[in-house]
């Protein structure tokens, strides 16, 4: 499709260790469109963080090994990309926003001096113009005062400043992708608001496609278009931000959505998921979710179901979802 | 919800505590300077209630917490627990009264000791006490993992190898293997996976119920805190914005501070449009906190005098105070001393 | 901020100074009260008046006529003169006249060696590093445990031996000559290297491999960081990372673990000064351990003590420079 | 999991003196040391018997400067005719004790400070942090020559004074991590309950601290070998014991530079060599199997070397969804065509 801005098919990353290996990432299939923001959902070590770095190819290998059938940014073929070219399209064509600012800049590099690489880097301009293009930059995020500020370390600048940097390193050179890694979970709630704000304007103005990567479901109703619920490396359940909110077909979106407290809701119990997320060099046979499922029977224990749906809307994986994603299909 | 009535003895009672941290510099030569953790607060938690303190981080909500179980001594004010000043008690009588109070913690990776077996990390606080046999304290650990939802297996393992929802059940057996009446929570959901909130905070309300106790809740998810807590505190910057019934504070939000964190919470009702309130500006620093209202520089309706007349706690209905000068105005005093106090040029933000 | 921090660095360092020299001028008087009982033992044919009388003479000298603390008062305010005080030696010269005699002795060995193992161990370590896990690596790991395992006097030792002896190299021992006939010629340099080139070799041989090592794992532990993600993830080429991003940050433990050796590389060089009869600040020190001339003694060590202090604080306060966060501890 | 399982995870906790050994035994290096260190014990305790000569027999003027051979198997010295196979093994006894020695006091002195330091905290801390700060920039050496010449050249002074001036290392990392043990929760936890200050530093503190303790003490005894070697080099040893420093000072004074008599070199050195290799081995294994960290990153680059592709392809194939071929239209079923993609 020509509208595809980011195409991964069967994404697979897994880390061999002593005990034996990890398979944290088990293939994963992602369409992102031009303008949209695609959010990729789940529990800590369901390997959405993994999947991240694996589409930058910025994964080390060692520890990890990573395959993919497909991997094409726009127009531009990735699968197979040498290292030396990748360097280019990265940064340029595809950026990153990390979770946790304070580790994410280099603290002994001043904050204006960090996006001046970006630019200098990647376009012809001098020290002086792409030090102004860095002061642009930071005032577009909303930082007070860009031109001091760009003189400041990271540590001088409260969280949801250096978060604000990070947003203007990841837009400076106005990429087709962005991948922002659980871009606010650091941050207080007032403050994850105002960032959340900033991410949603740069993403809407520039129309650049983003995927948000975040296990805050809040976050997500906020910010995305579509959304891909992973469980244990692999995804579950895909659909519209609307719809997954409103019909969760798959056991664990919906134990998920149900069991998120909220401020409109009645009192207590709350509904809850039993069990914990497996770890993940011991995942149960057959599907996944099997052992904390209400629904689960036998085909659950023996067989991991297909995600399936129509190719480019709903689909859920599971033996029995609460409807069938061509049902639900507006 | 166990009472509405007030008790006309509250199990625990904090009046005008204050607790400020010296911070020090790694020479012997550097200069003190002071955190201003906890600033004058004022609060009662009656008995079979769970209580409420939200806000965001660095707002001294884990301070306050920890001063009211004898953790943190207060450079100013009293807690009183059952009626008795906990800090002008001697060291016996201390300990003996802090029997009645546990806490369970934020992380559960750091607060069970790796080196210990569950069974020693459960009993250990009766270990500590002294007072029982072996056997006593196998058979009274044992009911407690049944009571968290773990096996008697379990028993011998080590933390390592227990998801932190189980290392959080192990520190919840842990905390009421006493019999305590009064347990604080430290955000002891925020650690966990999303998935296990749930679990956990029925296990908690499952344990209150059938044992009776009273909670002190901290969080700074405000979904979770109303849905779970009678009466509850906001804070910000050591200080308390608003206090009362949660359900009076939620129906009828009157501080801007409450206000925007309420609308600075997701809610994932996606069907209908909300207009959030974004506060300018970062939290300023503890150790130099700003005069006047300690909210004024990111407050959206911010008056000239907020800048330098402290806001006091008024009761504005029932169960329902705040500290905010948009509520109570200012005094003809106030007033007269502010026109004549210079402005700071410096604007918030 | 920044200013209050360097003068407390400062008054810290002063303060470390006064103890040190506090205790430099009092634990030699744990064993000896009196330098004329001592060193001057009666002596045939010599009246006991005529003995007296040199017994208070050498006090004199020495300034053992006053108490313990009016000496120590004495003391300071010949340090202020940059005193030391005087040597028991004969002719009873200046301690700063010795030490300054052999100092640029023991600085020729001793800088050059700082010079060589901070640049090889800087290199190697970061080729450790970047090959980690393969034969590089591998090699500096065991290189590592074999080389301290091995003390520098041995390998002094070998290496005269085998370099100076059987090969002819260089030479096996410091030429007598060498000090007496320097001029600044260009001969007398080229012989001062090659004499040097031993002891040099078998000093660095140790700090190069030490160095090596934490420039490795410091370099691993910053690549770990997720600002070289980030950098990476910005495009920049793994070359430009590398210098910008890790070394760089690699560097400030390195900078802290030069500042502590600096001071003891010169009393380091003691045993290897000895083995090769260098004539510097080591072999002085022997010299004076030898004929108990404690107050030469003492001198070296509170001129040692002095430029330990003096190393830490520099880096200490290159850090400020170097860590823009240092100043963060005080407000935390 | 299974009983015996679980049974086993305890056995392989606890902090004693044996379950570190056998830590140490499990890994190769660590097995090295050990079995290295044993042996240097079982010399220098059988000395009498192994030496075939008495290494303090100076009189043999007929057998001076031997090559080795059977009847000298390290060869005599050029001086005296002392034979060194003798003199090494009696040379053991001096490094061994000194060594070990002043490893287990300076260790126990070091964890007293630091867990003082970083327990109590207050005015301790400061004391024993600013006598740390001032210890570190004296010069240790040249202190150890002015104080054995104060106080004698005994062994006892020696340790003495390795003692009083080397317990700072320890106490500076034994303090901090005191700091952050204090500050855990799982302290806190105890301090609720009603906890001592005692049973917090005895059931909390010091098993905590206990393996950097038994680590630091087989580095630092490593590192005293070599101090004492270059003492007793520098001739500030006790003058009537055999030791290997001596031996070297011997022998350079004797002249084995000169007349190529090797032999009187390297055996000395061999035998410094060893003793604190095995204990530099003990110390290093012990990090590694105490650092979960390190130990886990450097068994996977061994790991990556070993890895072979078809096991890698086994895992990848295992991903893939297993009905595909069955229930699918064919457009997913031309997918497995592993490739590499290195990022």
Not at chain 1, 274 to 302: E, I, L, W
Not at chain 3, 178 to 193: G, L, T, Y
Not at chain 3, 234 to 239: D, E, F, M, R
Not at chain 3, 310 to 315: D, F, G, I, M, W
Request: charged share 20%; with cysteine.
């Amino acid at each position: 499709m020509a509208d595809t801005v980011l195409e991964v098919r069967n994404l697979k990353v897994a880390f061999p260790c002593p005990g034996g290996v990890i398979r944290a990432v088990e293939g994963i299939d992602l369409d992102i469109h031009r303008g949209e923001c695609a959010a990729l959902v789940g529990e800590s070590g369901c390997g959405k963080s993994v999947s991240a770095l694996a589409i930058m190819k910025l994964l080390n290998t060692p520890p990890a090994v990573c395959r993919v059938d497909k991997l094409w940014l726009d127009d531009l073929d990735l699968t197979h990309l040498p290292d030396r070219q990748m360097e280019r399209i990265r940064g340029k064509h595809m950026a990153m926003i990390f979770q946790d600012a304070m580790t994410a800049l280099n603290p002994v590099m001043t904050v204006g001096k960090q996006i001046d690489e970006i630019y200098l880097r990647h376009s012809r301009l001098s020290r002086r113009e792409a030090r102004q293009r860095t002061i642009e930059a930071l005032e577009l995020v909303e930082v007070p005062e860009a031109r001091s500020r760009a003189n400041s370390y990271p540590h001088q600048l409260s969280g949801g400043m250096r978060q604000r940097v990070l947003i203007a390193l990841a837009f400076a050179c106005v990429p087709k992708l962005i991948i922002a890694d659980e871009p606010t979970t650091a941050l207080d709630v007032t403050i994850q608001a105002q960032v959340l704000d900033v991410l949603k304007n740069m993403q809407r103005v520039h129309r650049v496609s983003a995927l948000l990567i975040t296990h805050d479901l809040s976050v997500v109703a906020n910010m995305a278009d579509t959304v891909y619920v992973m469980y244990a490396g692999k995804i579950v359940e895909r659909a519209a931000m609307q719809e997954i909110f409103l019909e969760p077909l798959h056991p664990y979106t919906h134990g998920l959505l149900a069991s998120v407290p909220r401020i409109s809701d009645e009192r207590q119990p709350f509904v809850q998921i039993p069990d914990a997320v497996p770890h993940p060099m011991r995942k149960p046979t057959g599907c996944y979710f099997h052992p904390r499922c209400p629904r689960s029977n036998d085909p659950c224990r023996q067989r991991m179901p297909r995600l399936e749906g129509p190719d480019d809307g709903r689909a859920v994986r599971c033996w029995h979802p609460l409807r069938q994603p061509h049902e639900v299909r507006s | 919800m166990t009472r509405n009535s007030p008790d006309p003895q509250p199990l625990l009672e904090m009046e005008n505590v204050s607790v400020d941290f010296p911070v020090k510099g790694p020479y012997p030569f550097s200069k003190k300077c002071w955190i201003q953790a906890v600033t004058d607060v004022s609060l009662e938690v009656s008995e079979g209630e769970t209580f409420g303190i939200v806000g965001e981080s660095g707002c001294g909500k884990t301070t306050l917490a920890n001063a009211m179980i004898g953790m943190v001594r207060p450079t100013a004010g009293t807690v009183r627990f059952q009626g008795v000043d906990l800090y002008a008690l001697n060291p016996k009588a201390f300990k003996e009264a802090r029997r009645e109070m546990q806490m369970i913690f934020q992380d559960p990776f750091s607060s069970l000791n790796p080196r210990f077996s569950v069974y020693e990390i459960i009993r250990e606080p009766l270990y500590i006490r002294g007072q029982a046999s072996e056997t006593v304290m196998k058979g009274k650990v044992l009911e407690l993992l049944k009571l968290v939802g773990l096996d008697e297996e379990d028993m011998y393992r080590y933390p390592s190898d227990f998801s932190g929802g189980q290392r959080q059940r192990i520190g919840i057996a842990r905390s009421i293997i006493l019999n305590p009446r009064f347990l604080v929570c430290d955000e002891p959901v925020s650690a966990l996976d999303v998935s296990v909130h749930a679990q956990i905070l029925n296990l908690l309300m499952d344990i209150q119920k059938s044992r009776h106790l009273t909670y002190v809740f901290v969080s700074h998810n405000l979904a979770v805190v109303k849905n779970i807590c009678q009466n509850m505190v906001v804070m910000y910057l050591g200080m308390i914005m608003e206090s009362g019934s949660s359900d009076a504070i939620f129906a009828n939000p009157l501080h801007p501070y409450t206000k925007a964190l309420l609308s600075a919470v997701l809610d994932i009702d996606v069907t209908k449009p909300r207009d959030r309130i974004l506060l300018k500006g970062d939290t300023p620093s503890p150790i130099d906190p700003p005069a006047g209202c300690r909210f004024w520089q990111r407050c959206p309706s911010a008056m000239k005098g907020c800048r330098t007349v402290p806001a006091k706690l008024v009761e504005v209905e029932p169960d329902h105070q705040v500290a905010c000068h948009l509520i109570s105005g200012f005094s003809a005093q106030q007033v007269a001393d502010s026109l004549h106090e210079p402005v700071s040029p410096k604007s918030g933000g | 901020m920044k200013r209050s921090y360097v003068i407390q660095r400062i008054l810290y360092a002063v303060f470390i100074f006064f103890v040190v020299l506090t205790l430099n001028f009092f634990i030699p008087r744990i064993g000896v009260h009196d330098p004329a009982e001592r060193y001057y033992p009666p002596q045939g044919g010599m009246s006991t008046i005529e003995y007296e009388i040199i017994k208070q003479f050498t006090r004199e000298q020495y300034g053992f006529d006053v108490s313990a603390f009016q000496q120590y008062v004495r003391y300071l305010q010949g340090l202020l003169r940059l005193d030391l005080g005087t040597s028991l030696r004969s002719g009873s010269p200046k301690v700063t006249a010795l030490i300054a005699q052999r100092l640029p002795w023991t600085l020729v060995l001793s800088v050059s060696t700082l010079v060589i193992s901070l640049f090889a161990g800087l290199l190697f370590g970061t080729v450790a590093a970047w090959k980690r896990g393969r034969w590089q690596d591998t090699l500096l790991l065991n290189a590592s445990t074999v080389s301290v395992a091995l003390p520098s006097f041995f390998i002094a030792l070998m290496l005269s031996f085998y370099l100076g002896f059987r090969l002819e190299l260089f030479p096996a021992y410091t030429n007598p000559n060498m000090v007496a006939q320097f001029d600044w010629s260009w001969d007398a340099i080229r012989m001062v290297f090659t004499n040097a080139a031993l002891p040099i070799m078998s000093m660095s041989l140790g700090g190069i491999i030490g160095y090596s090592q934490i420039t490795r794992n410091s370099v691993i532990a910053v690549t770990n960081e997720d600002y070289v993600v980030t950098a990476r993830a910005k495009g920049l080429p793994q070359a430009t990372v590398l210098y910008k991003h890790v070394l760089r940050n690699a560097l400030l433990p390195l900078a802290t673990s030069i500042g502590m050796n600096i001071g003891g590389l010169i009393g380091g060089a003691i045993i290897i000064e000895q083995v090769f009869n260098w004539q510097g600040m080591g072999t002085l020190f022997l010299e004076a351990n030898s004929t108990k001339d404690y107050p030469l003694m003492m001198g070296i060590m509170l001129f040692l003590s002095a430029f330990a202090i003096l190393a830490n604080l520099v880096t200490e306060l290159l850090y400020v420079i170097l860590d823009p966060r240092v100043t963060v501890g005080d407000k935390r | 999991m299974s009983r015996p399982n679980v049974l086993l995870q305890v056995a392989q906790r606890g902090g004693s003196l044996v379950t570190f050994v056998r830590k140490l035994w499990q890994h190769p290096q660590g097995r090295l040391g050990l079995i290295l260190a044993g042996c240097l014990v079982l010399v220098a305790i059988l000395a009498p018997i192994l030496a075939p000569y008495d290494p303090y027999d100076v009189t043999q003027r007929a057998a001076k400067g031997l090559r080795p051979s059977w009847q000298h198997p390290l060869g005599t010295t050029t001086t005296t005719g002392q034979d060194i196979f003798s003199m090494l093994i009696y040379g053991s006894r001096v490094s061994l004790m000194i060594g070990i020695g002043t490893g287990v006091a300076l260790a126990f002195l070091g964890a007293l400070m630091g867990v003082m330091a970083g327990y109590l905290g207050g005015f301790v801390d400061n004391l024993i942090v600013r006598v740390v700060d001032i210890m570190l920039v004296i010069p240790t050496l040249p202190l150890i020559i002015v104080l054995t010449s104060l106080l004698g050249r005994s062994y006892f002074v020696i340790v003495l004074v390795f003692v009083i001036f080397g317990w700072t290392g320890l106490a500076r990392v034994i303090r901090s991590l005191v700091l952050v043990l204090k500050n855990s929760n799982y302290v806190k936890a105890a301090e609720l309950a009603g906890a001592s200050r005692w049973y917090i530093m005895t059931k909390h503190i010091l098993p905590g601290t206990s393996h950097l303790i038994i680590m630091n003490t087989a580095l630092t005894s490593a590192g005293i070998m070599v101090a004492e070697a270059g003492l007793s080099f520098l001739g500030l040893g006790d003058p009537t014991a055999i030791s290997w420093g001596k031996m070297l000072a011997e022998a350079q004074g004797g002249g084995a530079l000169l007349f190529g008599a090797w032999w009187w070199i390297i055996a000395p050195g061999i035998g410094i060599f060893l003793s604190v290799f095995s204990f530099m081995r003990i110390g290093i294994v012990m990090e590694e199997v105490f650092n979960p960290r390190m130990k886990a990153s450097s068994s996977i680059y061994k790991l990556f070397k070993h890895l072979n592709n078809t096991y890698l392809d086994e895992v990848f194939r295992s991903m893939e969804e297993e009905e595909s071929v069955v229930r699918e239209p064919p457009d997913r079923s031309d997918a497995p065509t592993p490739e590499g993609c290195h990022g």
